[in-house]
């Protein structure tokens, strides 16, 4: 089951319907819906926006108090109860409104630093399809310049150009292969950015005790998203003057060795019918 707007983004960036879990085609735009964990879901959704409207997340679970002060060391609304107990000892404490401004202030700044990076990965997402698209037009430009030079050569030189498109076309794979395992790579990147950025957003809407409660948690996924961005491979482009640098030279070189036997046969074959001539003008005068 993969999340529906995760799956028309990546369907977006990726311009294919296939799904990014096991890579088979789909047929349908609108694919059906998983009704077991949508009821999860929405039962979930429910009993979290009931608990809210109630009111019982203001609550303290263990003195059942008001949640006033928030507790710097441990990222969490307490009561004034909690506040004297021994588990909060030597804490230090601010009032809700103060420390929702101040853990709202902090995660502002870095989720406005994470929607900077979806836009480079974004960037870096199209680079990455025109690079593939450049190693394909790369591949087709330098075939069309081997097969040019090989029409001028006979069947040796055929059998030459063969190899050597085979060898550039299987570069050209090897080298798209490895860019779209990139792009792949770079479109989990940025679903995972665009879910922790959709739910960052939807944290921060949430009341000031439920946001306070989820910001650890929330900030531990910001600064797990914040990791850097994927870089472009070295070597990704086709070593074109592995296939056209001084080729006629390089054929001709390995056609020297093919011409040397030729030239050898042909000795051979003319001394053994100058020896057979002889014989047979001997055998011819006794």
């Not at 929405?42 to 809210?52: H, I, M, Y």
């Not at 441990?74 to 506040?83: A, E, G, T, W």
């Not at 292969?177 to 921060?204: C, F, G, P, V, Y």
């Not at 306070?212 to 797990?224: A, G, S």
Request: proline share 4%; charged share 35%; net charge positive.
């Amino acid at each position: 089951s993969v999340c529906k707007e995760c799956l028309q983004q990546f369907w977006r960036a990726k311009k294919t319907l296939e799904c990014p879990v096991c890579r088979r085609r789909s047929s349908r735009e609108d694919p059906p819906c998983n009704l077991v964990l949508k009821n999860l879901s929405e039962s979930f959704l429910k009993q979290r926006n009931e608990a809210r409207s109630s009111g019982s997340e203001e609550i303290c679970r263990l003195h059942s108090e008001k949640l006033k002060l928030f507790c710097l060391e441990d990222k969490q609304p307490v009561c004034l109860v909690c506040r004297d107990s021994q588990k909060h000892i030597n804490h230090t404490f601010r009032p809700i409104s103060e420390a929702v401004s101040s853990c709202k202030e902090e995660l502002n700044t870095a989720l406005k630093s994470l929607q900077e990076k979806l836009k480079r990965n974004e960037t870096m997402n199209r680079e990455f399809d025109e690079t593939v698209q450049h190693i394909k037009s790369q591949a087709e430009h330098t075939e069309r310049q081997i097969k040019q030079q090989f029409e001028k050569l006979h069947q040796f030189l055929r059998d030459e150009e063969d190899a050597t498109i085979t060898a550039l076309r299987e570069e050209e794979e090897q080298k798209k292969q490895m860019m779209k395992e990139k792009l792949e790579e770079m479109n989990r990147h940025i679903s995972a950015l665009s879910h922790t950025i959709k739910d960052t957003e939807e944290m921060m809407k949430a009341s000031d005790v439920c946001f306070l409660k989820e910001f650890p948690v929330t900030m531990e996924r910001v600064q797990i998203s914040s990791q850097p961005d994927p870089q472009t491979p070295s070597g990704a482009l086709i070593h074109v003057p592995r296939y056209l640098g001084n080729l006629p030279f390089r054929v001709w070189k390995k056609m020297q060795d093919i011409v040397q036997n030729s030239e050898s046969d042909c000795r051979r074959s003319d001394n053994k019918s100058r020896v057979d001539q002889e014989k047979n003008w001997r055998a011819c005068t006794l």
